[in-house]
């Protein structure tokens, strides 16, 4: 069966200081990968997605990065933190060979709570 | 530009009753629209999907109706329960995409 990790799950960081998130999927391969945000008040962003070791998409412009570095693995990165990064961070997948545009679903992560202080 | 919106921040039930949850869009390219459930600090559960041909869905206790000349779905539970209280998401694919509205709190109450 598939599972997906990410972590940390809680994390307080200084403004400026990086950020590293990391996330990875088991028992699938090639899966297409997600990074949404939820921010207080508001739903759930679509960050960043990955339908391959290193292509990134970027749906907003932001303090943000995104890297595929392996097949299964996906990463949020800062250089410098701001306090509007605060939120919750989940990553996603599905597999490739099931496309969203048919109605199947992405699976969600355990998510990341991030303070920015 | 929030594509997939969702109005009403918060919706109460009283249980038994029906709960209605509406969502509305602007981008007609969407291919499919789904609906997820969240609880706090947990990642959003899928609970039914419509294709953009169809216009109603049926699952048990959940239906979701589509009106595309509107732009416009909305999640029917019946009967609530105090166990659906949670934020509810609707969401629409576009490619490989899937955006989400902003979210509504239901709360069923005894």
């Known amino acids: 069966s598939q599972t997906i990790h990410q972590w940390p799950a809680t994390l307080v960081q200084p403004v400026g200081s990086p950020l590293s998130l990391e996330c990875t999927v088991e028992g699938t391969s090639n899966p297409n990968l997600y990074w949404y945000r939820q921010a207080a008040g508001r739903g759930l962003q679509l960050l960043f997605y990955s339908v391959g070791i290193g292509q990134i998409s970027s749906e907003v412009p932001q303090n943000l990065s995104a890297s595929r570095p392996q097949d299964r693995q996906f990463i949020l990165s800062s250089k410098k933190l701001l306090l509007s990064d605060s939120g919750f961070y989940l990553c996603?997948?599905?597999?490739?060979?099931?496309?969203?545009?048919?109605?199947?679903?992405?699976?969600f992560g355990e998510g990341s709570w991030l303070t920015v202080v | 530009d929030q594509q997939v919106k969702q109005n009403s921040p918060s919706l109460s039930v009283q249980e038994g009753r029906i709960s209605i949850l509406n969502c509305d869009y602007t981008n007609s390219m969407f291919d499919y629209f789904l609906w997820y459930k969240k609880y706090p600090a947990e990642g959003p559960t899928f609970l039914i999907s419509i294709s953009s041909i169809k216009d109603k869905n049926e699952d048990g206790r959940f239906t979701v109706f589509l009106n595309k000349s509107a732009k416009h779905l909305s999640l029917h539970i019946v009967p609530s329960q105090p166990g659906d209280s949670a934020v509810y998401f609707c969401?629409?694919?576009?490619?490989?995409?899937?955006?989400f509205g902003t979210g509504t709190r239901l709360q069923v109450f005894p």
């Open positions: 969401a629409a694919t576009v490619t490989d995409k899937l955006i």
């Open positions: 996603a997948w599905v597999r490739s060979s099931q496309s969203l545009s048919s109605g199947n679903t992405i699976y």
